[in-house]
């Protein structure tokens, strides 16, 4: 492999995808992007207890061999590009590669590196598990009821981009167009955006949940639609889904009402509005959600929410041989070089990233010392900020502290 500007490793391996299975050596490359605002202070974090957790669990018969590749602000620095090519060659060359946040501008600016990377490598699911610490405060009295993991897909609906300003000449020439061909009445000076959901992309995402429920040992899987008004496109997801379900598991799913369904992955459905209120109410419920874009983003926040917030909850990015995995939450700028915000997101997604590789012992060990950690009371700002008489620490202090309890 060759790069314009990045320099390879001197050492380290990559892993590979084959037969549909990662296949990681024992000296793995793993490429990682700092990120930017908080970024470098939550992958330095990150990174010490990602070393620590592979040390205790292979006494150095196993290293992670760290590749830094640029992305966000220090890649324009550097080369002149916000996502360089060679970015995108190194992670789909490594197979798996680890993110900070990166600045997307409201309004105006560059395009999301966050969206431009999952499109360009075609990460299809955005895969965010939610899960509740015990300490962790809380708004909702059963935190501990809600388990869940969601499948958000990744390069439709309206996130794919094609949209055009209010008084742009592409506006006016489709408004005037969907008006006179079509007979719809939209007003001269709107903005424009197109929702596409093809029956590729949702087929494609259901066998990746399905496969995971199996693997997982996920009960219920329920698909997220607003298929009540949005009739052929968030409808046609719905029934999309349930034809994957049908036509390849379907030995051993049962939908919601049928007969004989003990012992096989329930497949349902919901509204998405009915969705907010039932992981609310309901969230013992609820297994796996499978969802388009913005559906599935906005239900991960909201269930993140009841679990302490974006701070500890991970995500991943997750194509056919490609994975990448990422903080979730933004880039906070006003806390960038303070060692102040708490890394949890990013350590939990490095955790699935582990998983993701096979090497389970690693995730296990992250996950067990982060929720021990937890338990002690010994945490950053975001947490301690709700916690009556707890002293905050820093991003490293919390970091020293999990790296403490995995020795």
């Not at 070393?51 to 205790?56: E, G, L, M, P, T």
Request: charged share 25%.
């Amino acid at each position: 492999m060759e790069f314009n500007f990045l320099k390879l490793p001197e050492k380290g391996e990559r892993i590979c995808f084959s037969d549909g299975k990662v296949h990681a050596p024992s000296n793995p490359v793993i490429p990682y992007i700092e990120g930017d605002g908080i970024g470098p202070d939550i992958m330095r974090a990150s990174r010490r207890v990602f070393d620590s957790a592979v040390r205790k669990a292979y006494g150095g018969r196993k290293e992670v061999v760290w590749f830094e590749i640029l992305g966000g602000e220090k890649a324009f620095k550097a080369c002149g590009e916000y996502l360089p090519e060679d970015t995108l060659k190194a992670i789909e060359y490594y197979v798996a590669a680890i993110k900070g946040p990166l600045t997307t501008p409201v309004g105006g600016g560059h395009r999301s590196l966050n969206v431009t990377i999952r499109q360009k490598l075609d990460l299809y699911a955005c895969v965010r598990p939610v899960r509740y610490f015990a300490g962790v405060p809380s708004p909702v009295k059963h935190p501990e009821k809600l388990n869940v993991v969601i499948f958000r897909e990744n390069t439709e609906d309206v996130y794919i981009g094609s949209e055009w300003e209010s008084g742009s000449k592409e506006a006016k020439g489709m408004i005037e167009y969907l008006n006179r061909k079509l007979g719809t009445n939209i007003r001269a000076e709107s903005g424009i955006g197109i929702k596409p959901i093809s029956s590729f992309a949702t087929k494609r995402l259901m066998r990746k949940a399905l496969n995971y429920a199996i693997e997982h040992e996920r009960s219920s899987i329920t698909i997220m639609h607003k298929g009540n008004i949005m009739k052929w496109t968030e409808g046609a997801f719905r029934e999309w889904a349930y034809e994957t379900a049908r036509e390849e598991f379907g030995e051993i799913v049962a939908e919601e009402g049928q007969a004989n369904a003990r012992g096989k992955i329930l497949i349902k459905d919901r509204i998405a509005d009915s969705m907010f209120q039932q992981v609310l109410t309901r969230p013992d419920e609820y297994d796996l959600i499978v969802a388009p874009n913005l559906n599935g983003d906005y239900i991960s926040d909201a269930c993140a929410a009841q679990v302490g917030g974006l701070g500890i909850a991970p995500g991943a990015n997750i194509g056919d041989g490609v994975a990448v995995f990422e903080a979730t939450h933004g880039t906070a700028p006003k806390y960038a070089n303070q060692d102040k915000v708490n890394p949890g997101s990013l350590i939990l997604s490095g955790a699935m990233m582990f998983d993701y590789i096979g090497w389970e012992e690693v995730s296990q060990i992250i996950v067990e010392a982060f929720g021990e950690t937890i338990r002690q009371k010994r945490v950053t700002y975001d947490l301690a900020r709700r916690m009556e008489g707890i002293a905050e620490l820093k991003t490293s202090e919390f970091a020293s502290a999990i790296v403490e309890n995995i020795g």
